[in-house]
């Protein structure tokens, strides 16, 4: 872990990330302590502000109870701990005026290790520069440097690959924190324990008893004011090729030997590289329109008029190992969407018909937000004289059996592991790249690299996803179940 004097750089400062995500959770860790004791914070960015200008803004970002007089004077400590430079990303020199600042503050110290955390909250665009410019001007000589980046990494496999190899001739893969935000999820987090360390649950977690497995993610917006990053991008590239990939490998992969972050993530890149590319026929692709007074994808001034970009994908992956032969894993992904939610949904096999006929599927559902919680559905004798079976579910929604348990948010779960320089919740370098593999040529055909672009099919703003989504997933061995 990081000794107590440690630097936290916060590159692009001003940005939305460090707005609505980094500072937030910064404060969120030092309210409680997980910070290293003599923490400093330093924004940067391109925006000329004094400190008072930077420290309300800093302090807008921030939400606290009225009376909460506790975390009113904590967030006090933590701007009077937050300083700001202003400079360039491309400019060597900049980098200078942003070292002759941490070296100020680190004679304020006692002498002891110094470290410097390198946050980038940056548009892709100035990754490569960025890290170049700090390893040759800021790198601390006698104490840990960390670097901690955000998605996208590259379109492709092959950009993704090049920004890979430029950021490595400056950063060491140890050195290097790459962040899927879902990983700091709690519900996440909790799928190893989950899946390890209950025998109920992993003696029958394979294709003799699972028949499909979709991991869904719904938004109820869509893409205002982000509309120029989206359009570039889609909803492939900013949901499935990571998030939701990175929820597959957990509910797919082998027990890790340990808790080790090389362990747990040599075990998910065994499952990636068993996952063969996507297929055409297995992918759904749709864009929403104009409904209820609110606007069509197109309709949005940063998107160009004829976009076939996707906001909604269904996909179907498949792992080709002994385990998973055969099952099909539905990616599903969508803005503007009838509700926010996050759920995997494990639907196990039909019994066997005889006594029984036409009862539902028992299902495992571990919704991962918003009301985080997991429910078997299960079915159960129909009370009273008569012997007939329903689909009733065991449920266990955290709000009702952990009532005092604050959930902590994402990033403040990330920034504490890379304060204490754990991997395992990270994005390994191969891990990037076999997810690349598997996602490339689906996305070169969207954006008509093999002739025609595919058009998508259009649902309404607010709806459940395109009408064909229900026959893609029964395709795909999904039965409904009746208790929905
Ligand atoms: C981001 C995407 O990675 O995740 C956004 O770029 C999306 O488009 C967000 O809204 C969703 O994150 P969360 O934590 O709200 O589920």
Redesign the pocket.
């Given at each position: 872990a990081l000794t107590d004097n440690t630097i936290i750089v916060v590159l692009g400062a001003s940005g939305d990330l460090a707005k609505k995500k980094t500072f937030p959770a910064l404060f969120g860790l030092y309210k409680a302590g997980y910070l290293p004791r003599g923490v400093r914070i330093v924004g940067y960015a391109r925006t000329k502000m004094d400190k008072d200008e930077y420290h309300k803004r800093q302090v807008s970002y921030i939400k606290i109870k009225d009376d909460d007089t506790k975390a009113q004077e904590q967030l006090k400590e933590f701007t009077d701990a937050s300083t700001y430079v202003a400079g360039s990303y491309e400019d060597g020199a900049a980098f200078d005026e942003l070292t002759k600042h941490l070296e100020e503050i680190e004679e304020t110290y006692k002498g002891g290790q110094v470290n410097r955390v390198f946050y980038f909250a940056l548009p892709p665009s100035v990754f490569i520069p960025v890290s170049k410019n700090l390893k040759e001007h800021c790198y601390a000589k006698d104490g840990d440097n960390r670097i901690i980046v955000?998605?996208p990494f590259g379109k492709d496999l092959q950009s993704c690959r090049e920004l890979i190899s430029s950021i490595r001739q400056y950063w060491h893969e140890d050195e290097t924190y790459r962040i899927d935000?879902?990983l700091g999820?709690e519900m996440v987090k909790n799928l190893l324990v989950l899946r390890f360390a209950n025998i109920a649950l992993s003696s029958a977690w394979d294709k003799n008893s699972i028949s499909n497995v979709q991991i869904t993610?719904k938004?109820p917006f869509g893409?205002e004011g982000?509309g120029g990053?989206?359009d570039e991008?889609g909803i492939i590239r900013?949901?499935l090729q990571?998030?939701l990939l990175q929820v597959l490998t957990i509910i797919a992969m082998e027990r890790p030997v340990s808790f080790a972050a090389e362990d747990i993530r040599d075990e998910k890149v065994r499952v990636l590289r068993a996952i063969s590319p996507i297929e055409k026929k297995d992918t759904l692709l749709g864009q929403y329109v104009g409904a209820n007074g609110k606007p069509g994808y197109r309709d949005d001034d940063s998107v160009p008029p004829q976009s076939n970009c996707p906001t909604f994908a269904a996909t179907t992956l498949y792992i080709n190992n002994p385990r998973w032969e055969g099952v099909p894993f539905i990616l599903k992904a969508g803005?503007a969407l009838n509700e926010?939610k996050?759920e995997v949904r494990i639907q196990y096999k039909d019994v066997t018909q005889g006594i029984f006929k036409d009862i539902s599927r028992d299902e495992l559902v571990v919704r991962?937000?918003p009301k985080e919680s997991i429910y078997l559905k299960l079915n159960m004798k129909t009370p009273g004289l008569q012997m007939r079976a329903f689909p009733t579910e065991m449920d266990l929604t955290y709000q009702r059996r952990f009532e005092a348990t604050n959930i902590p948010e994402?990033y403040e779960s990330l920034i504490r592991d890379v304060m204490r320089g754990d991997h395992s919740n990270f994005v390994r370098e191969d891990e990037l790249d076999h997810a690349w593999k598997i996602f490339t040529p689906i996305l070169h055909w969207i954006e008509g690299k093999d002739g025609q672009r595919p058009t998508p099919v259009s649902y309404p703003y607010g709806s459940r996803g395109p009408k064909e989504l229900e026959k893609f997933v029964a395709d795909r061995g999904y039965k409904r179940t009746t208790a929905e």
């Open positions: 955000e998605k935000h879902y999820k993610f938004e893409t982000r990053y989206f991008f900013d949901i990571n998030h803005k926010a996050v991962i937000q994402a």
